[in-house]
C-alpha cells in the first residue's frame, strides 16, 4: 500500500468537468480550506485543454506555496461521476481502475472522459503521489434491485447497463450523515429523505445510514425538475420528438438535458430569478415553481411509502439551501404525514445546519449545507491513511 508521511495532511480535490477544473485544497488535520478555485472555458481558446487548465491550478496553487509538490500533500482526490456497477467504493487509482472508469464511458459520455482526462493530466505531474477516485454513484450502490430496476427486458437492460444507478452520491452521503448529527443521533439510527435540490436535483431515501432509493436513474436526467433538465417523463415523448418531430438523439437529448425544467418552462432557471418573476404574477414563473414543487412532493411522498418510518426530511444545495419558498412549499399541508415546517424558522437565513420544523413536528425538518469537496477530502483520506 501507499505510504504517507505522517505531516502529510492534505488533499487536494479535483472536479474536471467537460469545460471546467474546479478544485479545492483542504487540510485534514482540521478539515480548513486552504485554496479553492475554477478555471473555466476549458478547451475555448486561452485554456487549450484539460492538461493546461490542470497546469494552471497547480500554478495557482504555486503561488500560493501550496504547490503540487509540497511533501504535506497526502492526495489528490478526483470526482468522478459514474462507477457503474463495478465501483461501489472509493479506490486507489491504477492502469486497471483507469481502464475500468474508461469501459464506462458510454454511461456517462460528457463527465467520465473530462474526469479521467483530469486523472491522468495530475498523475503525470504527480506520478509519486496516490490519486483516489471517489464516485457521485457509489452511494447508491446499496439501492436493493427492486429500486434499481427499469421493467424492461433483463437481457436487454444487462446488455446495456440499463438501470438506475442515481448521483450527487457524495451530497447524500454527506447530507444524511449530518441531519443524524443534527438530531443528536447516531446515522445507523436515522431514517433520512435528503432532497438535493441545486442546479441538478435529486431526492434520496435513506435508511440508517444506508440508501435504499434515489430519484436520479441511468443518467441523471431522471427525477425531480431541475434548473435545465426535465427529470421524469414518459419515455413515448422521446419517440414521438423522433417520429413526428424529426428530432435526432441528439437534438433530444440536448433538449432534455440544457432546455428543460424551469429554464424550458419559464425561460429561467434561476429560482432567484423565477422569485422575482413571481412577484410581479407572472404566470409562466408560476406555472414553473408550481410543476417544480408538484414533482417534490410527489417524491417526499414516495419516499415516506419506502422508509416506512421518517425521522427527518432535510433540504440542501443551491436552491434547497436558500429557498424558504421552496421549502415550504414542497412540504405544506403534510401534517397527516407528521411534517410541519416552522414558518419563522424557515425564513431565517443562515449557513449553518438547522432545523425548522416545529416544535409539533413528528418528523425533523432539516436545512443542512452540502460539501462534496470536503467529503471526496475526507473519503480519499480516509483510504490513503488506512
Ligand atoms: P447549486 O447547483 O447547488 O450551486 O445551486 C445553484 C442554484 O441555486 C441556482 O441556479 C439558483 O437557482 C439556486 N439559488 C442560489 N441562491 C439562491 C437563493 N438565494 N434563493 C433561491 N435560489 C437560489
Same mark, same amino acid.
Given at each position: 500500500?501507499?505510504?504517507?508521511?505522517?505531516?502529510?495532511?492534505?488533499?487536494?480535490?479535483?472536479?474536471?468537468?467537460?469545460?471546467?477544473?474546479?478544485?479545492?485544497?483542504?487540510?485534514?488535520?482540521?478539515?480548513?480550506?486552504?485554496?479553492?478555485?475554477?478555471?473555466?472555458?476549458?478547451?475555448?481558446?486561452?485554456?487549450?485543454? !484539460?492538461?493546461?487548465?490542470?497546469?494552471?491550478?497547480?500554478?495557482?496553487?504555486?503561488?500560493?506555496?501550496?504547490?503540487?509538490?509540497?511533501?504535506?500533500?497526502?492526495?489528490?482526490?478526483?470526482?468522478?461521476? !459514474?462507477?457503474?456497477?463495478?465501483?461501489?467504493?472509493?479506490?486507489?487509482?491504477?492502469?486497471?481502475?483507469?481502464?475500468?472508469?474508461?469501459?464506462?464511458?458510454?454511461?456517462?459520455?460528457? !463527465?467520465?472522459?473530462?474526469?479521467?482526462?483530469?486523472?491522468?493530466?495530475?498523475?503525470?505531474? &504527480?506520478?509519486?503521489?496516490?490519486?483516489?477516485?471517489?464516485?457521485?454513484?457509489?452511494?447508491? +450502490?446499496?439501492?436493493?434491485?427492486?429500486?434499481?430496476?427499469? +421493467?424492461?427486458?433483463?437481457?436487454?437492460?444487462?446488455?446495456?447497463?440499463?438501470?438506475?444507478?442515481?448521483?450527487?452520491?457524495?451530497? !447524500?452521503?454527506?447530507?444524511? /450523515?449530518?441531519?443524524?448529527?443534527?438530531?443528536?443521533?447516531?446515522?445507523?439510527?436515522?431514517?433520512?429523505?435528503?432532497?438535493?435540490?441545486?442546479?441538478?436535483?435529486?431526492?434520496?431515501? %435513506?435508511?440508517?445510514?444506508?440508501?435504499?432509493?434515489?430519484?436520479?436513474?441511468?443518467?441523471?436526467?431522471?427525477?425531480?425538475?431541475?434548473?435545465?433538465?426535465?427529470?421524469?417523463?414518459?419515455?413515448?415523448?422521446?419517440?414521438?420528438?423522433?417520429?413526428?418531430?424529426?428530432?435526432?438523439?441528439?437534438?433530444?437529448?440536448?433538449?432534455?438535458?440544457? &432546455?428543460?425544467?424551469?429554464?424550458?418552462?419559464?425561460?429561467?432557471?434561476?429560482?432567484?430569478?423565477?422569485?422575482?418573476?413571481?412577484?410581479?404574477?407572472?404566470?409562466?414563473?408560476?406555472?414553473?415553481?408550481?410543476?417544480?414543487?408538484? /414533482?417534490?412532493?410527489?417524491?417526499?411522498?414516495?419516499?415516506?411509502?419506502?422508509?416506512?418510518?421518517?425521522?427527518?426530511?432535510?433540504?440542501?444545495?443551491?436552491?434547497?439551501?436558500?429557498?424558504?419558498?421552496?421549502?415550504?412549499?414542497?412540504?405544506?399541508?403534510?401534517?397527516?404525514?407528521?411534517?410541519?415546517?416552522?414558518? %419563522? &424558522?424557515?425564513?431565517?437565513?443562515?449557513?449553518?445546519? &438547522?432545523?425548522?420544523?416545529?416544535?409539533?413536528?413528528? %418528523?425533523?425538518?432539516?436545512?443542512?449545507?452540502?460539501?462534496?469537496?470536503?467529503?471526496?477530502?475526507?473519503?480519499?483520506?480516509?483510504?490513503?491513511?488506512?
Amino acid at each position: 500500500m501507499t505510504r504517507v508521511n505522517a505531516t502529510a495532511t492534505r488533499v487536494l480535490v479535483l472536479n474536471s468537468g467537460s469545460s471546467s477544473v474546479k478544485y479545492q485544497l483542504l487540510d485534514m488535520a482540521d478539515g480548513s480550506r486552504l485554496a479553492s478555485g475554477n478555471v473555466e472555458r476549458v478547451g475555448e481558446g486561452e485554456v487549450a485543454d !484539460h492538461t493546461e487548465a490542470l497546469k494552471r491550478v497547480a500554478a495557482e496553487l504555486d503561488a500560493r506555496d501550496l504547490g503540487l509538490h509540497s511533501p504535506r500533500l497526502a492526495a489528490i482526490g478526483h470526482r468522478v461521476v !459514474h462507477g457503474g456497477t463495478r465501483f461501489t467504493e472509493p479506490v486507489l487509482v491504477t492502469d486497471e481502475v483507469l481502464a475500468e472508469v474508461e469501459k464506462l464511458v458510454p454511461l456517462a459520455p460528457l !463527465h467520465n472522459p473530462a474526469n479521467l482526462t483530469g486523472i491522468r493530466v495530475a498523475r503525470a505531474l &504527480r506520478p509519486d503521489l496516490p490519486q483516489v477516485a471517489v464516485f457521485d454513484t457509489a452511494f447508491h +450502490a446499496t439501492i436493493p434491485e427492486a429500486a434499481a430496476r427499469y +421493467a424492461i427486458d433483463t437481457a436487454t437492460a444487462d446488455r446495456f447497463g440499463v438501470r438506475r444507478y442515481g448521483f450527487h452520491g457524495t451530497s !447524500h452521503a454527506y447530507v444524511s /450523515r449530518e441531519t443524524a448529527r443534527l438530531l443528536g443521533a447516531e446515522p445507523a439510527d436515522v431514517n433520512v429523505i435528503v432532497l438535493h435540490l441545486g442546479n441538478g436535483a435529486s431526492a434520496s431515501a %435513506v435508511r440508517g445510514g444506508v440508501c435504499v432509493d434515489t430519484s436520479m436513474g441511468l443518467t441523471p436526467l431522471e427525477g425531480l425538475v431541475m434548473g435545465t433538465r426535465s427529470g421524469d417523463l414518459d419515455p413515448a415523448v422521446v419517440l414521438l420528438l423522433a417520429r413526428v418531430g424529426g428530432m435526432s438523439a441528439d437534438e433530444i437529448d440536448t433538449l432534455l438535458n440544457k &432546455r428543460s425544467g424551469l429554464l424550458g418552462l419559464c425561460g429561467d432557471n434561476d429560482m432567484r430569478e423565477i422569485g422575482r418573476r413571481m412577484a410581479e404574477q407572472d404566470p409562466a414563473a408560476r406555472l414553473a415553481f408550481d410543476v417544480y414543487v408538484h /414533482r417534490l412532493r410527489k417524491y417526499v411522498g414516495a419516499y415516506t411509502a419506502v422508509l416506512g418510518r421518517v425521522d427527518a426530511v432535510a433540504f440542501t444545495a443551491g436552491v434547497g439551501e436558500n429557498s424558504p419558498a421552496v421549502r415550504a412549499a414542497a412540504l405544506a399541508d403534510l401534517t397527516a404525514l407528521g411534517i410541519e415546517v416552522d414558518a %419563522v &424558522r424557515n425564513a431565517v437565513r443562515g449557513s449553518a445546519a &438547522r432545523l425548522i420544523s416545529a416544535e409539533t413536528s413528528r %418528523v425533523a425538518v432539516a436545512v443542512v449545507p452540502t460539501d462534496e469537496e470536503l467529503e471526496i477530502a475526507s473519503q480519499t483520506y480516509a483510504l490513503v491513511r488506512a
